[in-house]
């Protein structure tokens, strides 16, 4: 379960927003320290950089100064694999210092041998790249054995008290019944809870034929969560998941997500990259947001669901409202 200091966090930060009349706030800050990786997936948009831009560090000085300037209770460190960071424990440090709650996302190849730089804490997650069933996830890495070491690394991580969560995606052709296997197994190595979203074709990604429209991703979700399991916990909003399913029409918020890396601020999310800026009050007041989300008719935008763009905006009507807070114990108790 996540800590309730965690929800309780997140929900008076939400509330405190609202009543200040602020209309554009972060919820999670998307860091990448590095754009490395000791994999090289299909799926992914990073790893392509030549190695003068893979080479590069943002120091843990650069990473608390972004975090502190957007002021997000939550960050999620991305990448790259963070685990190659040579000084991922001290960024981790200083963050935790800060009293943000970090998600430290990784793949989990090194992490049986970097556990002993962290200590078990309420602010920090381990939240472990798995895409599938050994089969699946092993393809969608585009390496065999790595399924395997990933589920050493979690195993090892539950047992030292860390709290861990998975963190999948799903493309087209994934198989529900599969999809809800791999949902029991891993509930069964202890984990917190499960992150899943569907996969968005990056722009820089090689493989572009399978990610998954946005019809497809509803009647994929619908076909995982039908009688849903008591013994799956989501690491999620109900309301996002309601929203993969079609259940709910949202917009995204891109700004509930925004991100930091060796670039600078993104614009205008996590998956586009139309500019940077230099300050996160730059990336605000300087983006124009109207261009982007489902309801702008951008072309990029059209497909999309992904996480980064709609959990903010399913957790700002989670706490923004009493009808949206109604909405999520519905959502919550119909489980
Ligand atoms: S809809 Fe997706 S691609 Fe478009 S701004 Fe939002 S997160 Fe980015």
Known sequence: MVPLSQVWTVASYVIGKKLKGVKRYPLVLMLEPLFRCNLACAGCGKIQYPDHILNRRLTPEQCWAAAEECGAPIVSIAGGEPLVHKEIDRIVEGLIRMKRYVYLCSNALL???????????????FSIHLDGLKEEHD?????????????????????????????????????????????????????????????????KAPDQEHFLQRNKTRELFKQILKDRKKSWKFNLSPLFLEFLQGNIEYDCTPWGNPTYNVFGWQKPCYLLQDGYAKTFKELIESTPWEKYGFRSGNPKCANCMVHSGYEATAVNDTFGSWRGFAKT?????SL
Do not use: H, W
């Not at 395997?148 to 995606?169: D, L, M, W």
């Open 139 to 203: 393809e969608s890495v585009c390496r065999e054995g790595v399924y395997e070491t990933a589920v050493e690394g979690i195993k090892e991580a539950v047992k030292r008290g860390f709290r861990v969560t998975i963190n999948s995606t799903l493309f087209d052709g994934a198989n529900p019944e599969r999809v809800r296997a791999f949902f029991d197994e891993a509930m069964r190595l202890g984990i917190e809870g499960i992150m899943v979203s569907p996969g968005y074709s990056y722009q």
């Open 111 to 125: 992490l049986k041998k970097r556990l002993d730089l962290f200590k078990p804490s309420k602010y920090l997650t």
């Open 329 to 333: 114990v519905k959502a919550t108790l």
